[in-house]
């Protein structure tokens, strides 16, 4: 495995189920995010993980839920969704360089999981 | 916060031709970025590039850090150049903010 990997690749789920996305780095990065693309909308970063602590929020619903165990790994629980959080989530990774006013280097994508809420 | 604006929105050629596409920013920036995105949603990194000039194969981008705007060159398009183009920049920390796109369509 190279680069950012996600799963599932696709998601149906109905707005009382309760399910997780999974993104892996393998690039042994610092920094963790997850993006959510909606149809004719531009990316909209959602959470932030520095070194497994989570940084950013960026005025996500709880019914948005992310975990980071460990640097390679973030998870994002999904419970009681709606039609509307249909989207493509992105999961990316990169470096964050410390004492360097929180400068990061170039941030790889994975692949994404396209959810559909009915 | 920051503003990224992309131009043009939508941009149709044909196999062969060259093209120019624009990322404005509203304010300074340490970090730009732009990618590709293919028809099945990932985004492939294309530069990082925060100032200065960079190519690679038939793509080349230059920004002009001081005038706050970005350019990104494709010569001789083919039709896996066809996606859409995203320009970001990053506004503090490790915040990157997206520009809405360019959609590409390269035709044979």
């Known amino acids: 495995e190279t680069g950012v990997t996600q799963t599932p690749r696709h998601l149906v789920m109905g707005m009382t189920n309760k399910k997780s996305l999974k993104c892996e780095q393998h690039l042994g990065h610092n920094a963790m995010y997850w993006y959510k693309q909606s149809a004719k909308k531009p990316l909209e970063l959602m959470f932030v993980?520095?070194?497994?602590?989570?940084?950013e929020n960026n005025s996500v619903p709880s019914r948005f839920s992310p975990e980071c165990p460990n640097s390679s790994h973030l998870f994002l629980h999904l419970h009681t969704l709606q039609p509307e959080d249909s989207a493509l989530y992105l999961c990316?990774?990169?470096?964050?360089?410390?004492?360097?006013?929180?400068?990061?280097?170039?941030?790889?994508f994975g692949p994404g999981t396209r959810l559909t809420v009915l | 916060g920051i503003q990224v604006e992309q131009s043009p929105p939508d941009l149709i050629l044909q196999e062969g031709a060259n093209s120019t596409l624009r990322c404005n920013f509203s304010d300074s920036v340490n970090n730009l970025q732009w990618f590709h995105q293919n028809p099945w949603g990932q985004l492939i990194n294309l530069f990082y590039?925060?100032?200065g000039t960079k190519q690679n194969g038939r793509l080349s981008a230059t920004t002009v850090a001081t005038e706050r705007y970005s350019l990104l060159y494709i010569s001789s398009s083919q039709t896996t150049d066809s996606g859409v183009y995203f320009c970001a920049v990053m506004e503090y920390g490790n915040k990157l903010v997206f520009g809405a796109g360019t959609i590409l369509r390269v035709k044979s």
């Open positions: 990316a990774s990169s470096q964050a360089r410390s004492g360097l006013a929180g400068r990061t280097d170039t941030q790889y």
């Open positions: 993980y520095n070194f497994k602590e989570q940084t």
């Open positions: 590039i925060p100032s």
